[in-house]
């Protein structure tokens, strides 16, 4: 005796339910990239004619207000003296010799602020880099 189905399977696909999944991932994925920021300092950099492409491991942050901050690669910055600056670079080039050190300054700070961290990448031997923006055409 043969029995047979009273519901028969339907071979189609429903795209929909798949477009909505595509949908929320596409808003989950813009909502967290605003929300990852390098650095998170707000900074007003001098322009410059030419930007040169370096990826540092290492950054020194001088706000207006004439606070140091140091990161290594995509840590957070965190506040520090000016006394505690050149041991936390030493530290990190000691794991990674060829590090860089990416210098964000914003552009009211006193020059001779700038030249005490030169400085102390001078003594150290570590390649540094003076952030800026790119320079608007008039």
Known sequence: ???KRKTKINPNFSMASMT?????????FMVTSTVVAP???KLSLPQSQKQTS???LSRVTIDKDLHYY???GNQREKQVSLNDIA????EHYNREPE???LLYADE??????????LNIANDNKFRIVLATRPQRNR
């Open 1 to 3: 005796m043969a029995l």
């Open 20 to 28: 909505d999944v595509i949908f929320l991932l596409l808003i989950f």
């Open 39 to 41: 650095n998170a300092i």
């Open 54 to 56: 370096l990826k540092p």
């Open 70 to 72: 140091v990161a290594f």
């Open 87 to 90: 041991s936390f670079l030493q």
């Open 99 to 101: 590090t860089s050190v």
């Open 108 to 117: 009211t700070v006193p020059y001779r602020e700038i030249v005490r961290i």
